[in-house]
T-cell receptor, first 114, second 116 residues
Framework: DAMVIQNPRYQVTQFGKPVTLSCSQT?????MYWYQQKSSQAPKLLFH???????NEADTPDNFQSRRPNTSFCFLDIRSPGLGDAAMYLC?????????????FGPGTRLTVT | QKEVEQNSGPLSVPEGAIASLNCTYS??????FFWYRQYSGKSPELIMS????GDKEDGRFTAQLNKASQYVSLLIRDSQPSDSATYLC????????????????FGQGTILTVHP
């Protein structure tokens, strides 16, 4: 089945220790998104890629970076995690043609910062 | 005014009843509307998308869109305990000259509890 995969599902890192989260998709979608979701809040968009074009949200901290080496994979790098970065990180994908923009989410990575 | 607002909830309904979830949006030119279901600790799952005025039915779910009144709703018939989750309303608004895909604007979510 076509899907969005995220690894790892759970990640524990130490304060200030860089961490990388990965996302892959078999949907052949050209748009990939990274969201941060904290408890009882809606997902918050960090950035997205349209093909290789990177689009950063204005309020995304510089501590968050992303890479998309090819259509299928996208990475979220947190350079110096703080306690406030503990959250669920969600990857999503969508197409860009016609009027259908449904976004499909991966299972998420739960990040804990100690 | 928030861009997308949902009824605050939590909403509690008995098993077998109809659950009604409502959402209003502020931008009159919004084009695409979605309902996501999110179980505790899980990621959002797309359950309905609607683009035109009227009703769209899928199994026990019916989405209703009224662009003149700027609201979209989700009805769940014959509610089951397994429907207990947070329901997120999301909207995409495309701008003239903008990209052909869109960023989701989420409401704050409504927690639904279906009790036996």
């Amino acid at each position: 089945d076509a899907m969005v995969i995220q690894n790892p599902r759970y990640q524990v890192t130490q304060f200030g220790k860089p961490v990388t989260l990965s996302c892959s998709q078999t949907l052949n979608h050209n748009v990939m998104y990274w969201y941060q979701q904290k408890s009882s809040q809606a997902p918050k968009l960090l950035f997205h890629y349209y093909d290789k074009d990177f689009n950063n949200e204005a309020d995304t901290p510089d501590n968050f970076q992303s890479r998309r080496p090819n259509t299928s994979f996208c990475f979220l790098d947190i350079r110096s995690p703080g306690l406030g970065d503990a959250a669920m990180y969600l990857c999503a994908t969508s197409g860009s043609s016609g009027q259908r923009y449904e976004q499909y989410f991966g299972p998420g990575t739960r990040l804990t910062v100690t | 005014q928030k861009e997308v607002e949902q009824n605050s909830g939590p909403l509690s309904v008995p098993e077998g009843a109809i659950a009604s979830l409502n959402c209003t949006y502020s931008d009159r030119v919004s084009q695409s509307f979605f309902w996501y279901r999110q179980y505790s600790g899980k990621s959002p799952e797309l359950i309905m998308s609607i683009y035109s005025n009227g009703d769209k039915e899928d199994g026990r779910f019916t989405a209703q869109l009224n662009k003149a009144s700027q609201y979209v709703s989700l009805l769940i018939r014959d509610s089951q305990p397994s429907d207990s989750a947070t329901y997120l309303c999301a909207v995409i608004t495309l701008r003239a000259g903008g990209t052909s895909y869109g960023k989701l604007t989420f409401g704050q979510g409504t927690i639904l509890t279906v009790h036996p």
